[in-house]
């Protein structure tokens, strides 16, 4: 709401001053970069980097469970994929969660970081930004409903909230279509990956 709200002044709502906007979280960056826990990830995640290693190809112990894990992935993709396919049937709370679907697995595609995933990581981080624009009018429109009481204005403001909401849909649906074609690329089997570390 509070990045929506200017361009909604912007767009011509009048009478704003009384409007009494929702505040930001209290939230204290120093301290949770100062935990032990987020330190040791990031000293992880920079042994990884420098040593040009992925978190498959840095842990080779347990080599099993990655066919189960990249199935586990695999199904994931589909789901999204079957819900992406109607996405402009779901409801707002169906579209959420598919925003949250696609931001798991981007999230799990990053922890991987194999080359081979980054053309589909590239793709979901994109469809995650789209929806998320498509949220945070879903956000707002709750916002004006609730909190702008003057009949005139609550009408502007939420026929020009849907009216964005609406552009902002067919713009992620585009992007969920080229979703819905794409697979979930092949990856190493581990006694590949253990056959080219040996070289």
Not at 19 to 32: I, T
Request: glycine content about 6%.
């Amino acid at each position: 709401m509070l990045e929506v709200f200017p361009k909604l002044k912007k767009g011509g709502l009048t009478n704003t001053d009384s409007l009494v906007l929702p505040q930001r979280a209290n939230f204290e960056p120093r301290r949770l970069a100062a935990s032990g826990d987020f330190q040791l990830c990031l000293l992880h995640s920079l042994r990884l980097i420098v040593t040009g290693q992925s978190i498959v190809e840095g842990a080779p112990r347990e080599p099993e469970l990655y066919p189960i894990l990249h199935g586990l992935l695999e199904q994931q993709l589909a789901s999204i994929r079957v819900a992406s396919a109607s996405f402009g049937d779901l409801s707002h709370r169906r579209q959420h969660r598919l925003r949250n679907w696609i931001k798991t697995l981007r999230y799990c595609l990053e922890f991987l970081g194999t080359r081979s995933h980054r053309p589909l990581y590239n793709l979901l981080r994109e469809a995650q930004r789209a929806l998320g624009k498509v949220t945070d009018m879903d956000v707002a429109i709750t916002w004006c409903r609730d909190s702008i009481t003057e009949p005139e204005q609550r009408g502007y403001a939420l026929g020009w909230l849907q009216a964005t909401r609406d552009y902002k849909a067919r713009q992620a649906a585009k992007i969920l279509k080229e979703l819905v074609n794409t697979h979930y690329p092949s990856y190493p089997a581990p006694t590949a990956i253990a056959a080219l570390k040996s070289k």
